[in-house]
């Protein structure tokens, strides 16, 4: 089956704690993307990566760092997590403009 | 600058009505335009997209979205709305900053619709 996997799904941690979120596709996509997602803005683009060892910033990279080593994975990485972060993460693939999603991180730093 | 507005926050309806989710974008150029559906709990899933050709486009569970480049909209519709299409509903457009390549799949989101369809 075709699909973006996100791990962990729930992550809980405190402030200056790095953490990982990891997110692998399938489907040989070269376009990968992270986004949050907060109530009342929508989805906001954090990281993208064209392919592999090439990633730019998105409207909102400040705080995370990203790494393309490999076609399939395209982890998110907080170096020192702070609460306003604290936010639902998705990671999408694309392929021709369609962005496949993958079901979501929520984090919570306290 | 180019921008995707979705100007109702929520939108109720009762089921076997139509529904009307709208949204209008700010874009140069011609636009790429699409659907994505949010169920709880879960991740977005295309629903439809517009690049060229026929003004109505049609998609996924029942839905379609009309194209109209003087309005500047793209409305998502469906002539008979179910309890399960209660939902979060967000419009995109294609970012036209980064052109070419792999980096056609960046997308500006609205802020997105929540649909509420009662028995």
């Known amino acids: 089956e075709a699909q973006v996997t996100q791990n962990p799904r729930y992550l809980i941690t405190v402030t200056g704690k790095k953490l990982t979120v990891t997110c692998s596709q399938n489907?040989?996509?070269?376009?990968m993307s992270w986004y949050r997602q907060d109530p009342g803005l929508g989805l906001r683009q954090i990281y993208y990566?064209?392919?592999?060892?090439?990633?730019d910033k998105g409207d909102v990279p400040e705080g995370y760092k990203v790494s393309r080593k490999e076609k399939r994975n395209f982890p998110l990485i907080l170096e020192s997590p702070s609460p306003n972060q604290t936010s639902l993460y998705f990671c999408?693939?694309?392929?021709?403009?369609?962005?496949?999603f993958g079901p979501g991180t929520r984090l919570l730093v306290l | 600058a180019q921008s995707v507005a979705q100007p109702e926050d929520q939108v109720n309806v009762a089921e076997g009505n139509p529904l009307t989710v709208k949204c209008t974008y700010s874009?140069?150029?011609?636009?790429?335009l699409f659907w994505y559906v949010q169920y709880p709990n879960r991740g977005l899933q295309f629903l439809l997209k517009y690049i060229t050709g026929d003004n109505l486009v049609k998609g996924s569970y029942g839905f379609e979205a009309e194209f109209n480049k003087s309005q500047t909209s793209f409305h998502l519709k469906k002539p008979s709305a179910l309890v399960s299409d209660s939902a979060l509903y967000f419009c995109a457009v294609r970012d036209i900053r980064f052109l070419g390549g792999g980096s056609q799949g960046n997308l500006i989101f609205g802020k997105g619709t929540k649909l509420s369809v009662k028995p």
């Open positions: 999408a693939s694309s392929l021709m403009g369609t962005q496949y």
């Open positions: 489907m040989n996509h070269e376009y």
């Open positions: 990566s064209m392919n592999v060892e090439v990633t």
């Open positions: 874009v140069s150029g011609n636009p790429y």
